[in-house]
């Protein structure tokens, strides 16, 4: 779960999903004189989408962090998760790559990006890498085995096939880090954001010029971006959440039903030059 806590005890949580859904709302946007339009669009706007699901099945009755009374977050350490984990991914991978294998390429790469700090395509945020199991190291050699085997048959000899699909994977990472600053990264109150920073960012397939994407506070619920990369201005993206009340519980199916009745809520938020 996507979780940020709040200074009365309650929480403001979302699923993946929901969280993907948010990225999507970037990917749908991005583009205009100065950035260039996504290409193939389609297709990765729906590689956006989906790029986290895979969870269904377990976020609909989520193991509970009962001390905090909410959901695990997810960067917390989940007991028994990896296998859960590594299932969801292999999984979704499966799934979008049926639909459409461009799209699974690109997910699939997010994924084993994420285990190798994004392909320290960034340096801000910078990140770090960290050991990872036996299993996961497995799993992270059988991905990019694949990966390079769909690169063979979609690239058919192309030689700017590479070239756009780094800049999509890169695309890719910059509106999950935008998702997450949202939903749980990027504030320094209730409702106000803190400055931040995505570097280095390319603008166009065609050309290897980059640049650094300022955030900066505007206001409650509001940022400004510098260059700005979207297609109109100001843009208002939502993401849907539950606001789970702040309690303390007896035991982990209080706490889980507790999280079932949370109202739910579209939170706003305004993007401006």
């Known amino acids: 779960m996507v979780i940020r806590e709040l200074k009365d005890g309650s929480s403001i949580v979302s699923t993946q999903?929901?969280?993907?859904?948010?990225?999507?709302?970037?990917?749908?946007?991005?583009?205009?004189?100065?950035?260039?339009?996504?290409?193939?669009?389609d297709t990765m706007v729906f590689a956006t989408t989906y790029h986290d699901s895979g969870y269904r099945e377990w976020?609909?009755?989520p193991p509970m962090n009962v001390a905090q009374g909410r959901p695990y977050a997810h960067r917390e350490e989940i007991p028994s998760f990896e296998p859960v984990e590594l299932r969801a991914y292999a999984r979704n991978i499966d799934w979008v790559s049926s639909q459409d294998r461009y799209a699974g390429l690109l997910v699939s790469m997010h994924r084993t990006g994420l285990w190798q700090n994004r392909y320290q395509t960034f340096t801000s945020p910078k990140g770090r890498l960290r050991d990872r199991s036996a299993e996961v190291k497995t799993a992270l050699q059988n991905f990019e085995a694949q990966q390079q085997e769909v690169k063979q048959t979609l690239g058919g000899g192309n030689l700017k096939?590479?070239?756009?699909?780094?800049?999509n994977y890169r695309a890719l990472q910059i509106y999950d880090l935008l998702s997450l600053y949202f939903c749980c990264d990027g504030y320094t109150d209730d409702e106000h954001f803190k400055e931040d920073l995505l570097a280095p960012i390319r603008l166009s397939y065609d050309s290897p010029d980059e640049t650094d994407l300022r955030v900066a506070p505007n206001g409650a619920g509001a940022v400004r971006m510098e260059p700005y990369p979207f297609d109109v201005a100001p843009l208002t993206v939502s993401a849907r959440a539950r606001i789970v009340p702040p309690g303390t519980y007896a035991s982990a199916e209080a706490c889980l039903e507790a999280y079932?009745?949370?109202?739910?809520?579209?939170?706003s938020?305004?993007?401006?030059?």
């Open 161 to 167: 096939f590479d070239n756009e699909l780094w800049f």
């Open 17 to 41: 999903e929901d969280h993907a859904e948010l990225s999507a709302q970037f990917a749908a946007h991005w583009g205009n004189k100065d950035f260039a339009r996504l290409r193939p669009y």
């Open 59 to 61: 976020e609909g009755n």
């Open 269 to 273: 938020f305004e993007i401006s030059r």
């Open 260 to 267: 079932h009745r949370a109202p739910r809520k579209l939170l």
